[in-house]
């Protein structure tokens, strides 16, 4: 580069005016074997910031670091189960509970396409399926209400969290 | 966060932290400890960690500072000819600095005659090749002051070595 140029760059360094672009033209220049001679005391300044630049060896470091590391290696991110889910499924549960007392009773009065699995059922055993049923039903009532206590409850925990992205 | 992520974010810049710590301390086996010593810390902080914005400012300052620790619990009231460009030292070869070890040394003192913040912003700029936001990032000062820092130890540091130079060879 230039001789004027460097200098006026080399001025503008000194008054702390340089962007990182002429700072990089400057060493650049100062480790090339064609400094003018007027220049040539500032050699080796530039050249010590250019060298102090350049890269150790640390894998030892590394290596080290990693291997401690790798002894307390955490597991990837638990999976939080909400509230809500707790919920959606025990509902479910409860659907799929009486649905089957339900077609259960149903297929067995109709008398229909049955399987040749399933047995013929008595008189008795009608009456004991539909008691058992009918108690079920009050049981699955009596938790339906207490998951909408809990719902209300959750709702109200729920405003006060941020949005648990399950109950989109 | 993952190993993986912790080795691009953090253990990438290793270099940069060692060249910073040894600029402070002046011993390369100190400035290698404290490399490792910080990286385990990031690591025991690594929630914390990747919810930080500024990766870099964050954890150079945490080397800075563990260094000037490391430098004041020497109860040293000098630091003493720094031994970054020993002859005898195995992780840099002398052989490619064009100036003699002298010279290096005389840079290396007069860098660490200037007041810390001076040292740390011309560690920043002139070796690191940091923009001025960065730098007052990290050293929690404001662009202004980095570029008056930057002058005042240019001038200071071309004072002395024009001096010292003309005593040499």
């Given at each position: 580069m230039e001789y004027n140029n460097i200098k006026d760059l080399v001025e503008k360094y000194w008054a702390g005016e340089t962007d990182l672009q002429e700072e990089s033209t400057l060493k650049t220049y100062f480790s090339?074997?064609?400094?003018h001679p007027s220049l040539t005391q500032y050699k080796p300044l530039f050249s010590y910031f250019q060298e102090a630049k350049k890269e150790v060896s640390l894998d030892s470091i590394e290596a080290a670091v990693m291997e401690q590391i790798q002894h307390k290696a955490v597991p990837t991110k638990t999976k939080v189960i909400s509230l809500g889910r707790i919920m959606k499924v025990a509902a479910a549960v409860a659907v799929l509970m009486g649905a089957t007392f339900f077609l259960y009773n149903q297929m067995g009065s109709s008398?229909?396409?049955?399987?040749?699995?399933e047995r013929v059922r008595t008189l008795d055993e009608e009456n004991e399926s539909l008691e058992a049923y009918l108690e079920l039903k009050a049981a699955l009532a009596l938790v339906s209400n207490k998951i909408d206590d809990g719902k209300q409850q959750a709702i109200k925990g729920l405003s006060r969290t941020k949005s648990i992205p399950i109950l989109k | 966060m993952t190993v993986e992520e912790f080795t691009n974010d953090f253990m990438s810049m290793k270099q940069r932290l060692y060249r910073l710590s040894l600029s402070i301390v002046g011993s390369t086996m100190v400035a290698e400890d404290v490399v490792q010593e910080i990286m385990i810390k990031v690591w025991n902080k690594r929630v914390e960690a990747a919810k930080i914005e500024n990766k870099p400012a964050w954890v150079m300052k945490m080397t800075r500072n563990l260094s000037i620790d490391k430098l004041r619990s020497k109860h040293s009231k000098t630091r003493g000819?720094?031994?970054?460009?020993?002859?005898?030292?195995?992780?840099?070869?002398?052989?490619?600095?064009?100036?003699s070890n002298d010279t290096v040394r005389t840079i290396q003192d007069i860098m660490a005659k200037l007041p810390e913040v001076q040292r740390m912003c011309i560690q920043l700029?002139?070796?690191?090749?940091?923009k001025y936001k960065e730098i007052a990032d990290i050293l929690e000062i404001s662009v202004d002051q980095v570029k008056v820092n930057i002058y005042r130890a240019r001038n200071y540091i071309k004072k002395e070595f024009l001096k010292t130079d003309s005593y040499g060879v």
């Open positions: 090339s074997a064609d400094v008398g229909t396409q049955m399987a040749d699995s | 000819i720094p031994e970054g460009y020993d002859v005898v030292n195995k992780t840099h070869t002398p052989e490619t600095i064009t100036q700029r002139d070796i690191e090749e940091m």
